[in-house]
């Protein structure tokens, strides 16, 4: 094993078949999906910000932000096992991986459609976009175990949030709030097909093996609720607003926020990148490759997103008034984004990190007591202060999420998110961007 190491160590830093010329480019395509996806969905939101009055827009986003969590909670995690299983199995060819992608699939086939009846008088005929926006979201992830990113970055960071924008922006001509929620939803159902054409052309069609279910739950289980927690976590704070403070401060808090998915989208972008790389390090037992990776990675994200805040910071007077009249009050949330989002960004892949070493229930332990801190935050501001009291808790939580495993990271592997490897990131960007 320590030959093993050295070996993988001594390979060159850059070039195409380089591990980190790899993530280089993986992760490139990630960001570029997460740019197109993010300007995407801030001209979401200046259409109907612009187009409908703030209550219309804020019981839109409400909604729509009420269908992701359920969503989110759905997915059982089950992405992300099969990610794990699938990178482990590239070992064996893949044998019995289509197995794993059938149990992965029908629980939470069941799981969403359960939650599309049951908010089916909150949601109405956007709740049948539950079972395909889950089932979509999975087998994605599954063509990312494979070591492909292309599906990921064309359908979930192109398609789906083009055809979002385009679609609302109709239904914002015809000035019809009626059938925003529709336009919203119904770029799921390409992107959940042309995934699953991308998963059969990679998944080799192999018999069921005995206890394939058993091995994927018991590792995806804890993070299943994790999983939930954080898709809660994600979209908590919209819906409170609207429940406390009506839904017009919901419109103000999502316009105001929405350059947070710059962030969420860059992470995720990232992490979809490096995962299956990370799980086969920390298998291996390669720490000092895993060390690599994490600082690499938190090298790019600071390089990619800390100008965004530090510009939205400064311009969010001017930012903030392109959703409108009213609008610009929220400059103290915009701000509270920004310096949160500057130092949860410092911190990198942390929970990524901490789930592919597979601390999942210690990463549970993190969510929850993160999603605790935004709520009792957000009960005690947002009825004093509206959307700032919103922003607060959020960022409470945030900050929350994001030390707790970077402390547990470091006490158990003596990961740190910067240190010697923090310039490579700067050879590889360079020549990656070349």
């Known amino acids: 094993m320590a030959s093993l190491t050295q070996a993988v160590l001594r390979r060159p830093l850059l070039g195409a078949a380089s591990p980190l010329g790899q993530v280089a480019r993986a992760g490139a395509a990630g960001l570029a999906g997460a740019a197109a996806g993010a300007l995407a969905q801030f001209l979401l939101v200046v259409v109907v910000t612009r187009a409908f009055t703030a209550e219309q827009a804020g019981a839109f986003f409400t909604t729509t932000a009420l269908a992701l969590m359920a969503a989110g909670v759905a997915k059982l995690d089950a992405g992300n096992g099969l990610v794990f299983f699938i990178a482990r199995g590239a070992t064996y060819d893949y044998r019995g991986i289509s197995g794993y992608i059938r149990a992965a699939l029908v629980p939470c086939a069941v799981v969403s459609v359960a939650a599309a009846a049951l908010l089916f008088p909150r949601l109405g005929l956007l709740s049948l976009a539950l079972p395909v926006i889950v089932a979509g979201d999975v087998l994605l992830a599954a063509t990312r175990g494979f070591g492909a990113m292309r ?51 990679r998944a080799p069609r192999t018999p069921y093996l005995p206890g394939t279910a058993h091995d994927l739950w018991r590792h995806t289980a804890p993070r299943s609720v994790a999983g ?59 720490h000092a490759r895993a060390r690599e990776l994490y600082q690499v990675t938190t090298a790019w994200l600071v390089l990619v997103t800390w100008p965004v805040w530090l510009g939205y910071a400064a311009l969010a007077p ?64 947002i009825p004093g202060h509206g959307a700032l009291g919103a922003a607060l808790g959020w960022s409470g939580g945030t900050l929350v999420k994001n030390l707790l495993p970077l402390w547990r990271l470091h006490r158990r592997y003596g990961l740190r998110p910067f240190g010697r490897h923090t310039l490579t990131a700067f050879r590889v960007r360079s020549w990656s961007a070349a």
């Open 151 to 201: 599906p990921t970055v064309l359908l979930d960071g192109l398609l789906l949030p083009v055809a979002q924008l385009a679609l609302v922006t109709a239904a914002a001509l015809a000035a019809a709030p009626a059938w925003l929620p529709f336009a919203w939803a119904a770029p799921y159902l390409p992107v959940l097909v042309l995934a699953a054409y991308g998963v059969r052309g």
């Open 318 to 381: 001017w930012a903030l008034g392109l959703f409108g009249p009213g609008y610009p009050a929220a400059v103290p949330v915009a701000l509270v984004l920004a310096a949160t989002m500057m130092v949860a960004t410092a911190c990198g892949l942390v929970d990524v990190v901490l789930t592919a070493a597979g601390h999942t229930t210690a990463s549970l332990a993190n969510l929850v007591a993160a999603t605790a801190v935004t709520i009792a935050l957000d009960v005690a501001l």
């Open 228 to 286: 939930a927690v954080q898709a809660v976590f994600q979209r908590l704070d919209i819906v409170v607003v609207a429940l406390l403070g009506g839904p017009a401060q919901a419109a103000v808090y999502t316009a105001a926020t929405r350059f947070k998915v710059v962030g969420q989208l860059a992470g995720q972008g990232m992490a979809q990148a490096v995962q299956a790389r990370l799980v086969r390090a920390l298998a291996d037992g390669e």
